[in-house]
């Protein structure tokens, strides 16, 4: 199966004349997402990663390099619409991305300008709401919904556009514990039904329910791999100035002590291993 997603031999600088190639912000990035993928990118601050983010559905397009989204290069403007079709992007702030004052409107805006017919477009704002929790509250004005629930209207917006992917840019980032929850709980219900997901965080427990976790370190992808694979590598994570999950980081200290603990982030698993070993005397 082809990648959703193939970055090429990605070079990015905004203003690459005016600085030496070593100091460009993405540098020779080749990464690819398959179709119905989960995936966490993560870096440090200036790592490239909301930059190599906005290249996913062309928003910037390369110095260097291609990204081709379904086979269509981003930087063709014939069919830039197509690839925003296929990929859409959900920023950090929930405040920079509504358009309308009202529930309803604001998810409707993205239909109208696929030229949707208006029962279609009724049905899909009513299936994306009922997705995302916020059924009931079509007429809510947008400034009377909580930080959670406006990004949460945001995702809204992106899935009744019925993309194959979503690109969530920081997107729990300003929100509290309980309503980044609720976000990921809904992101995570998108990628079971076959949406893949493109999750840029700093958070390792939110990137630890990916199922692949790619990391940036000064425009370059430095590892790439499952949770399980990724996190266990904590000493060189603390090292690119990241955390780990605390599973991850007590499995490494242990096994750095000589336990035999498997590659697991999983809780129950973990225990049942630890209690295992202890019986053991």
Same mark, same amino acid.
């Given at each position: 199966?082809?990648?959703?997603?193939?970055?090429?031999?990605?070079?990015?600088?905004?203003?690459?004349?005016?600085?030496?190639?070593?100091?460009?912000?993405?540098?020779?990035?080749?990464?690819?997402?398959?179709?119905?993928?989960?995936?966490?990118?993560?870096?440090?601050?200036?790592?490239?990663?909301?930059?190599?983010?906005?290249?996913?559905?062309?928003?910037? /397009?390369?110095?260097?390099?291609?990204?081709?989204?379904?086979?269509?290069?981003?930087?063709?403007?014939?069919?830039?619409?197509?690839?925003?079709?296929?990929?859409?992007?959900?920023?950090?702030?929930?405040?920079?991305?509504?358009?309308?004052?009202?529930?309803?409107?604001?998810?409707?805006?993205?239909?109208?300008?696929?030229?949707?017919?208006?029962?279609?477009?009724?049905?899909?704002?009513?299936?994306?709401?009922?997705?995302?929790?916020?059924?009931?509250?079509?007429?809510?004005?947008?400034?009377?919904?909580?930080?959670?629930?406006?990004?949460?209207?945001? =995702?809204?917006?992106?899935?009744?556009?019925?993309?194959?992917? =979503?690109?969530?840019?920081?997107?729990?980032?300003?929100?509290?514990?309980?309503?980044?929850?609720?976000?990921?709980? /809904?992101?995570?219900?998108?990628?079971?039904?076959?949406?893949?997901? =493109?999750?840029?965080?700093?958070?390792?427990?939110?990137?630890?329910?990916?199922?692949?976790?790619?990391?940036?370190?000064?425009?370059?992808?430095?590892?790439?791999?499952?949770?399980?694979?990724?996190?266990?590598?904590?000493?060189?994570?603390?090292?690119?100035?990241?955390?780990?999950? /605390?599973?991850?980081?007590?499995?490494?200290?242990?096994?750095?002590?000589?336990?035999?603990?498997?590659?697991?982030?999983?809780?129950?698993?973990? /225990?049942?291993? =630890?209690?295992?070993?202890?019986?053991?005397?």
């Amino acid at each position: 199966m082809a990648p959703l997603i193939e970055v090429q031999g990605v070079w990015f600088d905004f203003r690459p004349e005016a600085r030496a190639r070593a100091d460009w912000i993405l540098r020779k990035v080749d990464w690819t997402v398959e179709p119905g993928e989960y995936v966490a990118l993560m870096g440090r601050n200036g790592s490239g990663k909301s930059t190599l983010a906005r290249m996913l559905n062309g928003l910037l /397009v390369p110095t260097e390099g291609r990204v081709r989204v379904k086979g269509i290069p981003t930087d063709d403007p014939k069919r830039l619409w197509m690839v925003r079709k296929t990929v859409g992007m959900v920023f950090q702030n929930p405040e920079n991305q509504h358009v309308a004052p009202t529930v309803r409107e604001d998810v409707a805006f993205g239909l109208e300008n696929l030229g949707l017919p208006r029962k279609e477009m009724l049905r899909r704002i009513d299936e994306a709401l009922e997705a995302v929790g916020l059924s009931g509250m079509e007429e809510r004005q947008i400034h009377q919904l909580s930080g959670g629930q406006k990004q949460l209207l945001a =995702i809204a917006g992106v899935i009744a556009m019925r993309p194959e992917a =979503i690109v969530l840019d920081e997107a729990t980032s300003m929100l509290d514990p309980a309503a980044g929850c609720r976000v990921l709980e /809904v992101v995570r219900r998108l990628n079971e039904g076959g949406m893949a997901v =493109i999750h840029i965080t700093h958070s390792a427990e939110e990137a630890a329910r990916a199922g692949r976790v790619a990391v940036l370190d000064r425009g370059r992808i430095v590892l790439d791999g499952p949770p399980e694979e990724v996190f266990l590598r904590d000493e060189e994570l603390r090292h690119l100035g990241l955390e780990v999950p /605390v599973l991850a980081e007590l499995t490494g200290r242990l096994r750095r002590r000589g336990w035999p603990l498997s590659e697991t982030l999983d809780p129950e698993r973990w /225990v049942e291993e =630890i209690w295992r070993l202890l019986s053991r005397g």
